[in-house]
């Protein structure tokens, strides 16, 4: 017996309802082209030629011979000798009714090709996405394998000393996972190095590759999330499972902000999807198993809560702005195998606010204006000739005039010195990076948010005494400053009016006079950080306390 298979069976209804209807259209055919006559001419056809088929239809009597097709009312012949004599067949409903039978018959057989027709262009576009899929995702698995990170090391690496003990420590996990193991210690599974655009967040992970010797595994956040839907997560689990089969080793992820993004109702499916299989993949190998998944970004604030809980990228190490020192030690390292004439002190207090990727613009630029004017060594005057170039070329570089850095440094100490005052948790202060104060508790008082707001205000009160007109410095802490308000007046009053206006003003008074206080103090920070461009925590605190 035949078996109709998907493909075949659609093929076989269509071919029976077009025999179908072919049937139908023959009847019809049959009787409407019939010749009418009459029925003496009628009974002489019947007498001499050769009978195929007798037919009575309503009101007619068809005859079909061998060479033609008569008809004549069935009034005009003798009925009963033709039933008695021929093998008659009888239509007792109207032929006519055939008519609409055939056209629904043809419709049904239209509406059935086009859905045929649906269907499989349907099938072939599927079947092309997934053969795109396929060939994407082969493709893909032939591109998995680490990277090179050879002559890469932290002595290419220069003002990375204060977070140099956190990566030695991650260099130790992947060289002897196990002896972490033995003594019940938990490794992070990630960590996030947080710091501006050019920093070398990459060149830090590819140098922890290189120390630890393992493979090395770099994929930029954007290149997960593919046109192709599903694309991006199977790219997340191919990348996992490769780098456990050659563990220990590293999973770098740059610009983790473009899929870690706060996930919200305008998010695309295929990036929650990526976002989600990297959860998965993050929970499912066990501390010890030798994969160490870091992350960049400059965005830390857009990040997903889900990224940042325990248990994922509870490492994170921050990387700020190289101060004076750390520029020397990045000018020196980028001369190295250059000839110059250069003060490497004179070329660092020129570029407070230079990362050291745009360093290496500066002094690569320099090199090529050497070359151009046919000079033996690379000189100040070539600096001072490519620096706007570097300036306006790299919007986030700025270099810092005498006026500007006694500005910034009066701004940033005012802040320490009073977020110190008030027993705030930080590190240090630099001179081209914002204060960060952390927060380890989630449980905060409505003291701790008003102190709070008063380090935001501190630095623009200073300046509007000091200088008698605001500066741009103070526009973003004046920002976080009204809405800190607006959430204490929301959040820790009972009272219907929240007008923030009063609060501010009495903020303001406690601020201009703890700064009355605190002005020793603040002018010995402020030339603390023009000169070295970073101050401890610590001699803030020293300060405070020989002035009480």
């Known amino acids: 017996m035949l078996r109709l298979n998907k493909q075949t069976k659609p093929i076989a209804i269509v071919t029976l309802l077009i025999v179908v209807a072919l049937g139908i259209y023959v009847i019809l055919k049959s009787s409407n082209s019939a010749t009418l006559v009459s029925g003496e001419q009628f009974n002489k056809i019947l007498e001499n030629e050769k009978i195929e088929q007798l037919s009575v239809q309503e009101n007619y009597i068809v005859v079909s011979t061998d060479r033609k097709i008569y008809k004549t009312s069935k009034y005009a012949v003798n009925l009963q000798n033709l039933l008695a004599k021929y093998p008659v067949t009888i239509y007792s409903k109207r032929s006519d009714i055939l008519i609409p039978v055939a056209i629904l018959i043809l419709l049904s057989i239209l509406i059935v090709l086009i859905i045929l027709l649906r269907k499989n262009k349907e099938s072939t576009a599927s079947a092309y996405s997934n053969n795109q899929l396929s060939k994407e995702s082969i493709k893909h698995s032939q591109e998995i394998k680490p990277e090179s990170t050879e002559n890469i090391n932290f002595n290419s690496i220069a003002g990375i000393q204060d977070i140099k003990e956190d990566l030695e420590e991650i260099i130790s996990f992947l060289k002897h996972p196990y002896r972490f193991k033995k003594y019940g210690i938990r490794m992070p599974k990630g960590v996030l190095l947080v710091g501006p655009p050019g920093t070398g967040k990459t060149l830090i992970a590819k140098a922890i590759s290189s120390e630890a010797s393992v493979p090395f595994f770099y994929h930029s956040g954007a290149s997960f999330v593919h046109i192709y839907a599903g694309m991006g997560a199977k790219r997340v689990q191919e990348l996992f499972k490769k780098a456990q089969e050659m563990a220990p080793s590293i999973i770098f992820i740059d610009e983790i902000d473009s899929v870690g993004k706060s996930r919200n109702s305008l998010d695309s499916n295929e990036r929650e999807a990526t976002l989600n299989q990297l959860l998965v993949e993050m929970d499912g190998f066990s501390n010890n198993s030798g994969v160490i998944v870091i992350a960049a970004t400059n965005r830390l604030d857009v990040l997903d809560s889900a990224l940042l809980r325990p248990g994922r990228f509870d490492r994170r190490i921050f990387i700020s702005l190289p101060n004076i020192d750390e520029r020397q030690k990045i000018i020196s390292l980028y001369l190295r195998n250059k000839k110059h004439t250069l003060k490497i002190e004179e070329v660092a207090k ?199």
């Open 350 to 548: 020129l570029t407070a606010g230079f990362s050291p990727a745009a360093i290496e613009t500066l002094i690569n630029e320099a090199a090529m204006h050497c070359l151009r004017t046919n000079k033996e060594a690379i000189d100040i005057e070539d600096i001072y000739t490519v620096k706007d170039r570097v300036i306006y070329g790299k919007k986030r570089v700025t270099i810092l005039l005498n006026k500007e850095r006694e500005i910034e440094a009066d701004y940033q100490a005012v802040k320490a010195t009073v977020a110190t005052w008030f027993g705030f948790d930080f590190e240090k202060v630099k001179l081209s990076t914002p204060l960060m104060i952390t927060q380890e508790s989630p449980l905060i008082s409505r003291s701790e948010l008003l102190n709070r707001a008063k380090v935001l205000i501190s630095g623009a009160l200073y300046l509007k005494q000091k200088y008698g007109e605001s500066f741009n410095i103070s526009i973003d802490d004046k920002k976080q400053l009204l809405k800190l308000i607006e959430d204490i007046q929301k959040d820790y009053t009972l009272l219907e009016n929240r007008q923030t206006a009063p609060l501010l003003e009495e903020i303001k008074d406690d601020v201009t006079s703890l700064l009355t206080t605190l002005s020793p103090v603040i002018t010995t920070i402020a030339k603390e950080l023009s000169s070295h461009e970073v101050v401890d925590k610590a001699d803030i605190q020293k300060e405070i306390d020989a002035l009480l």
